[in-house]
T-cell receptor, first 110, second 109 residues
């Protein structure tokens, strides 16, 4: 069974640009979670999607947004990139309570 | 609100036993996850406790006391590959997982 996949693996952008990160959940999982892990810091909850709807979001500004598609894959969009947005962005999918993480997308903002 | 407290760093010897404690305060608590994260990699699931008590899974065991807001992860027969960060993450009925800063465990020969 394929795990959670994320693309791209690495992404380099400059300040003010926009970044789009993608996540495909494990087959049959309807929930997708996004987390940010800045260097040396813990995972910070960003967004939770379930059945195509945004269910909850963490303490991040509105320029962090996303969506979930009918096939349950998800996109995270970060607008007006700032230097401090440089981090590992992790996606996790869940069917019941257990969350399985993808390998992450490392975003670098120059 | 949410608050999670676990030691920042621990060191143990190969073959030994180590216990990583976690205390938490979480609104609408559902259960508690433990994840292992090697440097530069995604977290991998270790355990999920909903009920009070000890759950054993091979060399790893996890304990939960809901009334005390307390959990621990017990690692037996430590191996060098167990050197990693261990993340305590209570889950709430809002669907959120709130992660602690993690405990960095260094296993020495």
């Amino acid at each position: 069974e394929a795990g959670v996949t994320q693309s791209p693996t690495h992404l380099i952008k400059t300040r003010g640009q926009q970044a789009t990160l993608r996540c495909s959940p494990i087959s049959g999982h309807t929930s997708v979670y996004w987390y940010q892990q800045a260097l040396g810091l813990g995972l910070q909850f960003l967004l939770w999607y379930d059945e195509g709807e945004e269910r909850n979001r963490g303490n991040f500004p509105p320029r962090f947004s996303g969506r979930q598609f009918p096939n349950y894959s998800s996109e995270l969009n970060v607008n007006a990139l700032e230097l401090e947005d440089s981090a590992l962005y992790l996606c996790a999918s869940s069917l019941n309570n257990e969350q399985f993480f993808g390998p992450g997308t490392r975003l670098t903002v120059l | 609100g949410q608050n999670i407290d676990q030691p920042t760093e621990m060191t143990a010897t190969e073959g030994a036993i180590v216990q990583i404690n976690c205390t938490y305060q979480t609104s609408g608590f559902n259960g508690l996850f433990w994840y292992q994260q090697h440097a530069g990699e995604a977290p991998t699931f270790l355990s999920y406790n909903v009920l009070d008590g000890l759950e054993e899974k091979g060399r790893f065991s996890s304990f939960l006391s809901r009334s005390k807001g307390y959990s621990y992860l017990l690692l037996k027969e430590l191996q060098m590959k167990d050197s990693a960060s261990y993340l305590c993450a209570p889950s709430s009925n809002t669907g959120k997982l709130i992660f602690g800063q993690g405990t960095t465990l260094q296993v020495k020969p």
